[in-house]
């Protein structure tokens, strides 16, 4: 049960500015890197990974009891892959309560940027612990393809439940609505295909690129 706990860094703000859907507008550079910091504060990144065999024949998860995956895009995906790490990564309750106290004193833009602040964390805190995980299979012969998560492409959102438990997300404290949102607000689930070096393509090597989601009125979509 592989646990990362580890803080950030910084706080990108080009990345916080696109999630705040102000890619194309003039904006207060010093209010974006304020932001930044304060949800640097408060973030408390955690995240919890497993590695499963999988069969991509089938889609099937070894685990148990075993589950499998329906969605072209994803099991496209994972065509390669012998087996797979399913993740789940988390900033933590204390940023969505900072958040929700700036909105419910009227102070609705700062509240904006902190949200994007903290959509930029959580996604930072998952790039940190996929470098933490290609540290453990790379000596194993494996190879990485980029995270894919319920709710990209075709992959059912309805999916998440299964995340949860594949990963073990209730040990970090991640749980979810009825309506599939994770509890706290800004966290991930993922799963990441493991491919054996000598079938490893280099175009596997591509990051998320949207072109694979179907959600073509994200603010933070990139062109």
Known sequence: MPVYNAPLKAVDPVETKRYAGLNKAEFNQDRIHAACREIQVFAEPK????????????????????VC????????HLALAEKV??????????????IQDYFKQGK??????????????????????????????APLGYEMVWRFSP????????????????????????GLTDSMMLLPRKSITAIIGLIPKENFCEQKKSIHNCQACAKQDCLARRK
């Open 47 to 66: 995240g919890i990974w497993q590695v499963y065999e999988y069969n991509a024949q089938t889609g099937e998860i070894k685990a148990v009891p075993p």
């Open 69 to 76: 995956i329906y969605g072209e895009k994803i099991r496209k």
């Open 85 to 98: 790490v399913v993740l789940a990564v988390t900033v933590g309750e204390a940023v969505e309560i900072q």
């Open 108 to 137: 609705y833009s700062h509240s904006l940027l902190l949200d994007a602040a903290a959509t930029t964390a959580v996604e930072q805190a998952a790039d940190d612990m996929e470098k933490a995980i290609r540290q453990q299979v």
């Open 151 to 174: 709710g990209y492409g075709d992959w059912d959102i309805h999916f998440q439940p299964e995340m949860l438990r594949l990963s073990q997300a209730a040990t970090i404290e991640i």
